[in-house]
């Protein structure tokens, strides 16, 4: 007799432990009801395509391309001790340039 007492004790506290759990405040699931469907209504943003200038993209990868090619013996000159004095200037432009066609072609 204890023990089914006990048994029965034990599951009435599970039973409301379950349901607190899933009840939280009113105004808490109404505003997640809201927002739910409020995201719902709200088509997604459209993401218009840009027009590509190809002669531009052909410009810029074509100096890409040759001040690429300049670095190596750059760099070789830096290994006997010589630093050009543009190496870093060509650096950055090889960046810049870098982004710019990147930014062009995902776009």
Same mark, same amino acid.
């Given at each position: 007799?204890?023990?089914?007492?006990?048994?029965?004790?034990?599951?009435?506290?599970?039973?409301? @432990?379950?349901?607190?759990?899933? %009840?939280? =405040?009113?105004?808490? #699931?109404?505003?997640?009801?809201?927002?739910?469907?409020?995201?719902? @209504? $709200?088509? =997604?943003? %459209? #993401?218009? #395509?840009?027009?590509?200038?190809?002669? +531009?993209? #052909? $410009?810029?990868?074509?100096?890409?391309? @040759?001040?690429?090619? @300049?670095?190596? =013996?750059? $760099?070789?000159?830096?290994?006997?001790?010589?630093? =050009?004095?543009?190496?870093?200037? +060509?650096?950055?432009?090889?960046?810049?340039?870098?982004?710019?066609?990147? %930014?062009?072609?995902?776009?």
């Amino acid at each position: 007799m204890r023990s089914s007492i006990l048994l029965l004790f034990a599951l009435l506290f599970l039973a409301s @432990s379950a349901c607190a759990q899933r %009840s939280g =405040p009113i105004g808490e #699931r109404q505003a997640d009801r809201a927002e739910d469907q409020f995201n719902k @209504s $709200v088509p =997604p943003p %459209s #993401r218009q #395509r840009q027009t590509i200038d190809f002669a +531009k993209l #052909r $410009v810029d990868a074509g100096e890409l391309a @040759s001040l690429a090619q @300049s670095i190596p =013996p750059a $760099v070789d000159q830096t290994t006997k001790g010589i630093l =050009p004095k543009d190496l870093d200037q +060509k650096l950055k432009r090889i960046e810049k340039l870098a982004k710019q066609l990147r %930014s062009q072609i995902d776009h």
